[in-house]
T-cell receptor, first 117, second 112 residues
Framework: DAGVIQSPRHEVTEMGQEVTLRCKPI?????LFWYRQTMMRGLELLIY????????DSGMPEDRFSAKMPNASFSTLKIQPSEPRDSAVYFC???????????????FGPGTRLLVL | QKEVEQNSGPLSVPEGAIASLNCTYS??????FFWYRQYSGKSPELIMF??SNGDKEDGRFTAQLNKASQYVSLLIRDSQPSDSATYLC????????????WGAGTKLIIKP
């Protein structure tokens, strides 16, 4: 299994530019999570999809952030316009829809390191 | 308020000794408990999970759960320098709808 795939792995952009991060979950996984990680705030859940439907987006910091999951194998996280405080590592994770603890076990992609100048 | 607390460390342990990492959580409606390891510059990777009181062993790793005390720990026997990483504790709660609540992580350093 290829695992969770994220692109790009690194992104450097200037303040005000649009940034799009991409994620392909593990095949057969029905839940997808977008996280942001910084030294100051640790790992923060931004948004969570189940069966392509956004379930909880309470962690999305503001209207500049949006996420979509048009099908079971692809999701995007967009920041428009980007700001220096958005600089962080963005992780995508996926989990299976089975009963019990397997449903909750999340597998992470390699992350996208975003630097907004 | 659901919270998961970990000592940020760093926790320094000599090679070959037992490393003990601790995690407490604030809500009794908890279900499952996860330990992830994160090397610097890498993504979190699952070590093991536990959902029943008691111990669960996997190789050099042992997870210990005490729901009455709202406490979960991870023991690493025969610590190796390659175990040096940040260890994240995560907890799922009955109404969390498959979400995990994450601790801030404990940085572990194994000294040769």
């Amino acid at each position: 299994d290829a695992g969770v795939i994220q692109s790009p792995r690194h992104e450097v952009t200037e303040m005000g530019q649009e940034v799009t991060l991409r994620c392909k979950p593990i095949s057969g996984h029905n839940s997808l999570f977008w996280y942001r990680q910084t030294m100051m705030r640790g790992l923060e859940l931004l948004i969570y999809f189940n069966n392509n439907v956004p379930i909880d987006d309470s962690g999305m910091p503001e209207d500049r952030f949006s996420a979509k999951m048009p099908n079971a194998s692809f999701s995007t996280l967009k920041i428009q316009p980007s700001e220096p405080r958005d600089s962080a590592v963005y992780f995508c994770a996926s989990s299976q829809s089975l009963t019990g603890v397997e449903q909750e076990t999340q597998y992470f992609g390699p992350g996208t390191r975003l630097l907004v100048l | 308020q659901k919270e998961v607390e970990q000592n940020s460390g760093p926790l320094s342990v000599p090679e070959g000794a037992i490393a003990s990492l601790n995690c407490t959580y604030s809500d009794r409606g908890s279900q499952s408990f996860f330990w992830y390891r994160q090397y610097s510059g890498k993504s979190p990777e699952l070590i093991m999970f536990i959902y029943s009181n008691g111990d669960k062993e996997d190789g050099r790793f042992t997870a210990q759960l005490n729901k009455a005390s709202q406490y979960v720990s991870l023991l690493i026997r025969d610590s190796q320098p390659s175990d040096s990483a940040t260890y994240l504790c995560a907890v799922s709660f009955m109404d969390s709808n498959y979400q995990l609540i994450w601790g801030a992580g404990t940085k572990l350093i194994i000294k040769p």
